[in-house]
């Protein structure tokens, strides 16, 4: 073997170790920084577990805070129901009353007479409080007339009822 092929041959025996070394640095180097983003992706996991739980938390507490507002809401309206429903059933047993007065005549409905003032008559220029008008010409309505009277302002409170119900739930819904 003469030099020339002794230093290519060393050259090449360097260039190989080189390129091992090289290799094994890669190599060392590649699992190095695998075990620390290994670690690094480990750590992401956990604190986004962490996050998660957080969200979830919350998450769980906002529903319990709507379910108990919506069950007051439900118990506030079933309470107002039981009112409005109260209301209409002795609205419905006055008036049933006063039906059965008037058919027994216990009790008469009347209607003041205007006078006409061109006759001379003084009619008074104001209405008086509410109450029996001793002095003012009354006229009795007849049994039938006011049972249909009746059976309307029944109809009306029973729509006035009805109507105030709605409003309260309304009013309970919107908060």
């Given at each position: 073997m003469t030099p020339v092929q002794k230093l290519i041959g060393l050259a090449l025996a360097i260039l190989l170790a080189l390129g091992i070394g090289f290799g094994g640095a890669w190599q060392v180097q590649d699992w190095r920084l695998?075990?620390?983003m290994a670690e690094r992706i480990a750590e992401q996991g956990a604190?986004?577990?962490?996050?998660?739980?957080?969200?979830?938390?919350?998450?769980?507490?906002q529903q319990s805070a709507e379910l108990d507002k919506r069950?007051?809401?439900?118990?506030?309206?079933?309470?107002?129901?039981q009112q409005h429903t109260k209301e209409l059933s002795d609205a419905q047993r006055n008036q049933a009353h006063l039906r059965d007065q008037l058919a027994t005549?216990?009790?008469?409905?009347?209607v003041l007479i205007a006078e006409d003032s061109?006759?001379?008559?003084?009619?008074?220029?104001?209405t008086g409080a509410v109450g029996v008008v001793h002095a003012a010409r009354r006229a009795q309505l007849d049994p039938a007339h006011a049972q249909r009277i009746i059976s309307i302002t029944d109809?009306?409170?029973?729509?006035?009822i009805a109507l105030r119900a709605c409003q309260a739930?309304?009013?309970?819904?919107?908060r």
């Amino acid at each position: 073997m003469t030099p020339v092929q002794k230093l290519i041959g060393l050259a090449l025996a360097i260039l190989l170790a080189l390129g091992i070394g090289f290799g094994g640095a890669w190599q060392v180097q590649d699992w190095r920084l695998g075990k620390k983003m290994a670690e690094r992706i480990a750590e992401q996991g956990a604190r986004h577990q962490k996050d998660l739980d957080v969200i979830t938390g919350e998450a769980w507490r906002q529903q319990s805070a709507e379910l108990d507002k919506r069950l007051a809401t439900e118990e506030k309206l079933a309470l107002q129901d039981q009112q409005h429903t109260k209301e209409l059933s002795d609205a419905q047993r006055n008036q049933a009353h006063l039906r059965d007065q008037l058919a027994t005549a216990d009790v008469r409905l009347s209607v003041l007479i205007a006078e006409d003032s061109a006759s001379g008559c003084n009619v008074p220029a104001t209405t008086g409080a509410v109450g029996v008008v001793h002095a003012a010409r009354r006229a009795q309505l007849d049994p039938a007339h006011a049972q249909r009277i009746i059976s309307i302002t029944d109809a009306g409170d029973q729509g006035l009822i009805a109507l105030r119900a709605c409003q309260a739930y309304v009013r309970e819904v919107s908060r």
